[in-house]
């Protein structure tokens, strides 16, 4: 009980603070791009709805109406303090969640024995969740053209198991032919290839999406490397705590 009561804290510790980094930098790196994004994609339903309206629609076609309809209705964070606050608890949860799995992972394979290690499982954990499904579907502002969430859903999590089967295959086998399945998993997901948009006509500038691609892996890079420091430094610090509390324990045993 006391050891799976300091794997939650640890994950918890590490990730609220790394989540909360991670806000931070996100509030000064990507949101204002986001932002950005966000003025041109207002502007295109309103460029949309310039156009005559004095011919009929052809029969079997959307009306313009239907075409533009938004929801008025729908809520959306404030820019701002209310804003920033979402992201946070988003950010921090997420970071909680991410910091059980390095842990679970680690103490799978022997523990994090220092800080230098937890640093690799963070690399690791950006090359898995991050960098690799973005080559195939790379982070996307508002406004531009994506295809099916589901099929996407699918391409990205298949590219991430195999990422990370084949990350602990090289780290962890000496086999040759291990380390060829390896290769093979690593690259077979970019082979078959991400879902493509139906169209790749979009108003957002590319050099606005090329700036924000860059901010979000550079983002993502310092949050792994933090989070996989962090839980390896606090991790190390409970376990710490339990051996001392076990050697008693030990003693009365053998008597």
């Not at 609220?16 to 000064?28: A, E, K």
């Not at 077979?188 to 590319?206: K, Q, S, W």
Request: aromatic letters at 8%.
């Amino acid at each position: 009980m006391s050891l799976f009561r300091n794997i939650v804290f640890t994950a918890v510790i590490a990730g609220l603070l790394s989540g909360l980094l991670m806000t931070v930098i996100q509030h000064f790196s990507t949101v204002p791009l986001i932002l950005q994004a966000e003025t041109y994609e207002r502007a295109a339903p309103e460029a949309g709805h310039g156009h005559s309206h004095d011919a009929a629609p052809a029969a079997g076609a959307a009306s313009p109406a239907a075409e533009h309809h938004h929801d008025e209705e729908a809520w959306a964070p404030a820019d701002g303090f209310e804003r920033f606050i979402y992201t946070a608890a988003a950010d921090m949860l997420s970071a909680v969640g991410f910091g059980l799995v390095l842990i679970a992972i680690a103490e799978a394979l022997g523990g994090f024995n220092g800080w230098r290690r937890g640093l690799m499982f963070g690399i690791a954990g950006f090359l898995t969740v991050s960098l690799a499904p973005g080559l195939g579907l790379p982070p996307e502002l508002p406004g531009m053209p994506a295809a099916e969430l589901g099929s996407r859903q699918v391409w990205w999590i298949s590219t991430a198991a195999c990422t990370a089967i084949g990350l602990g295959l090289i780290g962890y086998t000496r086999s040759a032919v291990l380390a060829a399945l390896a290769i093979v998993l690593l690259v077979a997901p970019h082979l078959i290839g991400a879902p493509l948009p139906p169209t790749h006509e979009t108003d957002v500038p590319i050099e606005l999406h090329a700036r924000f691609v860059n901010a979000v892996y550079a983002t993502n890079l310092v949050f792994w490397a933090v989070l996989g420091t962090l839980t390896a430094v606090v991790r190390e610090k409970f376990r710490a705590g339990e051996d001392i509390a076990a050697r008693p324990a030990a003693g009365l045993a053998s008597r």
